[in-house]
């Protein structure tokens, strides 16, 4: 929030004084340009399918979490997922996108105070001049009608603040979280997808992220490693083994995210075609070099490869690569794979050995994998595979991975930093945890008065319930 709420405050002033115009595209306006190109059938379906996709990886993040957990929190753990889908789904309409995407061309106005490297303006609030019948007016994707790519957009935002639930589950409220989403979408995702994507200074400084590794798997890693010291360790975390209780839950969630990818990373070309194409092989080769690395690993240094291992390697495989997908060849996307499934795999037994509790290793998945993925793009980014892109450092820029480092560090940063400040804030107004018995007896039943597997709801609770 101490990032968030400035950008929005002066975000507000710039609009009544009539900014949020670079004077490179106000100059251009009053220039004859070439005539755009025609909005396209084929597009507009693939991006419709791939956001489908993406909204999809929700569920499937759903079961991968919640099989993950014990059985007695199952529910709790999904549904953590699934409000994210409600609340986000009613703001992304309401102000996430235009805080994310508009750059408001009105004629006259004038780019004021750098306002529009930060944040987005507020011309498209409740999808005010959001056409579903042409392309947006910045140029963002002009073969698709506007509210096609500002849906793809939406699931991007529903997802990443799932995400960071991993790493507090079993412990955190269920008002605390909701009331995290809220704010953590608007304050941390919206700004940080308008440095990114939304034509903000990170994009301007020439970070690539193709479809959301400082944006989506940074932000939450980190924010999700933040959480996780904030609220503390479960109550029974090293008194007892935590173990999985339904490892087909988590096969199951692995197997919908893979597929949900491709629209993740494939849709994020915002047209069928060839660059769609680069991205839906590298997603195939860099998740299959991932587990396979995660395996072997598993297998040579503790004996036994495991299901959950493997899993885990495809997760962190299709992580590495998100950054890098519109950018880099077949094989470089291999490369990228095998590295961020070892770097993940070390970054799991290096957290059991420092006895943190990020519960499901959502930071050593997402922020480290998101990380590597990120500077590893600044390695093997070609312009022969993508000439809207840069060289990487093996294509003789070395400039290109200072920036992705750069890029890294500031959006870890912002994720950590804001995240902090919303806890803190969201603490002074009610309890970030659960009462310890609530913590032994599980969440399922006390927060959401159901269980997972017909379990019988105590007496008490149910008056208790009544009575609320």
Same mark, same amino acid.
């Given at each position: 929030?101490?990032?968030?709420?400035?950008?929005?405050?002066?975000?507000?002033?710039?609009?009544?004084?009539?900014?949020?115009?670079?004077?490179?595209?106000?100059?251009?306006?009053?220039?004859?340009?070439?005539?755009?190109?025609?909005?396209?059938?084929?597009?507009?379906?693939?991006?419709?399918?791939?956001?489908?996709?993406?909204?999809?990886?929700?569920?499937?993040?759903?079961?991968?979490?919640?099989?993950?957990?014990?059985?007695?929190?199952?529910?709790?753990?999904?549904?953590?997922?699934?409000?994210?889908?409600?609340?986000?789904?009613?703001?992304?309409?309401?102000?996430?996108?235009?805080?994310?995407?508009?750059?408001?061309?009105?004629?006259?106005?004038?780019?004021?105070?750098?306002?529009?490297?930060?944040?987005?303006?507020?011309?498209?609030?409740?999808?005010?001049?959001?056409?579903?019948?042409?392309?947006?007016?910045?140029?963002?994707?002009?073969?698709?009608?506007?509210?096609?790519?500002?849906?793809?957009?939406?699931?991007?935002?529903?997802?990443?603040?799932?995400?960071?639930?991993?790493?507090?589950?079993?412990?955190?409220?269920?008002?605390?979280?909701?009331?995290?989403?809220?704010?953590?979408?608007?304050?941390?995702?919206?700004?940080?997808?308008?440095?990114?994507?939304?034509?903000?200074?990170?994009?301007?400084?020439?970070?690539?992220? %193709?479809?959301?590794? #400082? !944006?989506?798997?940074?932000?939450? =890693?980190?924010?999700? @490693? &933040? *959480?996780? /010291?904030? +609220?503390?360790?479960?109550?029974?975390?090293?008194?007892?083994?935590?173990?999985?209780?339904?490892?087909?839950?988590?096969?199951?969630?692995?197997?919908?995210?893979?597929?949900?990818?491709?629209?993740?990373?494939?849709?994020?070309?915002?047209?069928?075609?060839?660059?769609?194409?680069?991205? %839906?092989?590298?997603? #195939? !080769?860099?998740?299959?070099?991932? =587990?396979?690395?995660? @395996? &072997? *690993?598993? /297998?040579? +240094?503790?004996?036994?490869?495991?299901?959950?291992?493997?899993?885990?390697?495809?997760?962190?495989?299709?992580?590495?690569?998100?950054?890098?997908?519109?950018?880099?060849?077949?094989?470089?996307?291999?490369?990228?794979?095998?590295?961020?499934?070892?770097?993940?795999?070390?970054?799991?037994?290096?957290?059991?050995?420092?006895?943190?509790?990020?519960?499901?290793?959502?930071?050593?998945?997402?922020?480290?994998?998101?990380?590597?993925?990120?500077?590893?793009?600044?390695?093997?980014?070609?312009?022969?595979?993508?000439?809207?892109?840069?060289?990487?450092?093996?294509?003789?820029?070395?400039?290109?991975?200072?920036?992705?480092?750069?890029?890294?560090?500031?959006?870890?940063?912002?994720?950590?930093?804001?995240?902090?400040?919303?806890?803190?804030?969201?603490?002074?107004?009610?309890?970030?945890?659960?009462?310890?018995?609530?913590?032994?007896?599980?969440?399922?039943?006390?927060?959401?008065?159901?269980?997972?597997?017909?379990?019988?709801?105590?007496?008490?609770?149910?008056?208790?319930?009544?009575?609320?």
């Amino acid at each position: 929030m101490v990032v968030g709420l400035p950008l929005v405050a002066m975000a507000v002033l710039s609009l009544l004084s009539g900014s949020f115009v670079d004077p490179a595209v106000a100059q251009d306006a009053a220039t004859p340009a070439a005539a755009p190109p025609a909005m396209d059938t084929g597009d507009t379906a693939w991006v419709l399918t791939s956001s489908a996709l993406v909204l999809f990886m929700t569920p499937g993040l759903a079961f991968f979490y919640g099989g993950l957990v014990r059985s007695r929190n199952v529910l709790n753990t999904m549904m953590m997922s699934l409000v994210a889908m409600a609340i986000v789904g009613v703001t992304w309409i309401l102000w996430g996108y235009s805080l994310a995407f508009d750059v408001n061309l009105a004629e006259g106005q004038t780019f004021a105070q750098g306002i529009q490297q930060f944040v987005g303006g507020l011309g498209w609030l409740g999808l005010n001049g959001v056409a579903f019948d042409a392309p947006d007016p910045i140029g963002f994707a002009p073969t698709i009608p506007h509210q096609v790519f500002m849906v793809y957009q939406m699931m991007f935002a529903i997802i990443t603040v799932a995400i960071v639930s991993g790493s507090i589950v079993e412990r955190i409220s269920f008002k605390a979280f909701f009331w995290f989403i809220v704010l953590w979408s608007t304050f941390i995702y919206s700004p940080l997808a308008h440095m990114v994507w939304g034509r903000g200074f990170l994009g301007a400084m020439g970070a690539l992220d %193709f479809a959301g590794g #400082t !944006v989506v798997h940074i932000s939450s =890693g980190v924010s999700a @490693l &933040v *959480a996780a /010291w904030v +609220l503390g360790p479960r109550k029974d975390w090293m008194a007892k083994p935590v173990i999985p209780h339904n490892v087909p839950f988590v096969l199951l969630g692995v197997g919908i995210l893979w597929f949900g990818w491709f629209g993740f990373n494939g849709g994020s070309a915002l047209s069928a075609g060839s660059l769609a194409t680069v991205a %839906f092989v590298a997603t #195939t !080769v860099s998740a299959s070099a991932a =587990g396979l690395a995660w @395996l &072997v *690993a598993e /297998w040579l +240094l503790k004996g036994k490869p495991t299901a959950v291992g493997i899993g885990s390697g495809f997760v962190a495989g299709l992580v590495g690569i998100t950054p890098a997908a519109g950018f880099v060849t077949p094989l470089s996307a291999i490369v990228i794979g095998i590295l961020t499934g070892l770097a993940c795999f070390f970054a799991v037994n290096l957290k059991a050995k420092l006895q943190f509790d990020d519960s499901l290793d959502t930071f050593p998945v997402h922020g480290v994998g998101g990380a590597v993925g990120a500077v590893l793009t600044g390695i093997f980014a070609t312009k022969a595979v993508n000439s809207a892109g840069n060289n990487g450092l093996l294509y003789g820029n070395a400039g290109q991975l200072v920036t992705q480092i750069l890029a890294v560090l500031i959006a870890a940063i912002i994720a950590a930093v804001g995240t902090f400040i919303i806890l803190k804030v969201l603490g002074l107004f009610m309890e970030l945890r659960v009462k310890p018995e609530v913590e032994d007896e599980g969440l399922d039943i006390y927060e959401h008065g159901e269980g997972a597997y017909g379990e019988e709801i105590p007496g008490e609770i149910a008056f208790a319930k009544q009575v609320e």
